[in-house]
């Protein structure tokens, strides 16, 4: 029997948790390769992330561009369970905001196909029979018990499911993102 996951989501603008708005250095090709979990070709970029919105620096940055930005306490728990490429960036000065170097993008290149199609309500993507466009319940099947404990749902690479262990080990630090029950994820238009 397989432990329960949960979808993990990075903390948006409002949250009292500091947001990227932008980036350089990641071209759009990079972005998309990241969304998606393939990994991008050395050398990896030097990419810097600002500016930052108001709020405090979690180990979990969320970004404008989809992508996870962690901290080195994430990249440790996260190194060895599942397979990860980190980019390095760098993040804006904050006086006294307490953050020092180590923050990267995870690069996240698990994937787990595990959507139920016939019990799950969703739309899919007009001309892109492979792409959802918006989900209104999410159904998992059986997921595998060698997954990683953490990974994209193969199906919706926008989802990412953390397994229930490794999910109280991240909620553990400040900042670490959101955890939402599969049973009331939500995405895109729904």
Known sequence: MSMPHAVWQFLGPGSGYAFAEARRGLSDEQENAVYFGERLAEPLPDVTIGPLSEGRIGHVIGTSFSAF???????????PVAPVQFVAVRLPRRPGSGHGPGYAI????????????????????????????????????????????????????????????????????????????VEDFTWGLA
Do not use: K
Not at 114 to 122: F, I, K, P, Q, V
């Open 69 to 79: 930005v962690v901290s080195p306490a994430v990249r440790a728990l996260l190194d």
């Open 106 to 181: 995870m690069n996240l290149l698990a994937r787990v196909p595990c959507l139920d199609t016939e019990r799950s309500d969703y739309d899919r993507m007009p001309g892109h029979p492979d792409r959802l466009l918006g989900l209104r319940r999410l159904v998992l099947r059986e997921i595998p018990a060698d997954a990683p404990a953490v990974f994209h749902v193969a199906e919706l690479p926008g989802a990412i499911l953390v397994r229930a262990d490794l999910r109280a080990r991240l909620e553990a630090l400040d900042g670490a993102g959101e955890f939402v029950a």
